[in-house]
Each structure stands twice: as C-alpha cells, then as structure tokens.
C-alpha cells in the first residue's frame, strides 16, 4: 500500500507560479513511476509529468502543452515528488492528482485544486 498526499495548490493569476507536491508513505526509491495528472471540469484525467525511475538516470516525460513551464522533480529524501508550474495559463485550472504505481498497481492522491484566472 502507498498513501500519497497532495499539497499546494491554489488560486493565482494568469502568468503566476505554484509548486505541488506529493509526500508517499514509503521511500520512493521503490516506487518504479510516480507523476502528475490533472482533471479539468467536463474532461477526462490527463497526464502532465512523470518521473520513472532508471539504473542510472530517471526518466522524465511532459505533456506537450506544459513543456517549458512546468518541471517535475524527487526529493528521496523527503519522499516527495514536487511539480513546479511556471507561466500558468487559464487552461491549467484542474485537480491535480498525484500518481504512484508500486509493484504494478497504481495508487492515486486525493487531489489538489489549481485554479487560474485570467
């Protein structure tokens, strides 16, 4: 079992910057995927970023409209996996969700609210 706990989120404006951040129950050396995912009112949930875990480097991997803007970082030392957004725009506005998959099962947060206005 894998706890995930979101924190965060917010209301900004457009242009403005937000850092999420996703604490997991266990050290996140063993879990092999952790990520960001976003759900917009009326949308189904969408990939952001993900980070997976390599022998020698991690993997990274960015949804085109956040490319340049946001950055996805861990921190094994706090067990936490953060999502720094940058030049928000008024279409970021979602629930942001962390996810983990651990020994081939996929864990999710209970969500962080990002609103952005224009």
């Known amino acids: 079992q894998v706890q995930l706990v979101e924190s965060g989120g917010g209301s900004v404006q457009a242009g403005e910057s937000l850092r999420l951040s996703c604490a997991a129950s266990?050290?996140?050396?063993?879990?092999?995927?952790m990520g960001w995912y976003r759900q917009a009112p009326g949308k189904q949930r969408e990939l952001v970023a993900t980070v997976t875990s390599g022998t020698i480097i991690n993997y990274i991997n960015y949804a085109d409209s956040v490319k340049g803007r946001f950055a996805i970082s861990r921190d094994t030392a706090k067990n936490t996996v953060s999502l720094q957004m940058n030049s928000l725009k008024p279409e970021d506005t979602a629930v942001y969700y962390c996810k983990a998959v651990y020994i081939g099962r996929d864990y999710w947060g209970q969500g962080t609210q990002v609103t952005v206005s224009s």
């Open positions: 266990i050290n996140i050396f063993r879990i092999n995927v």
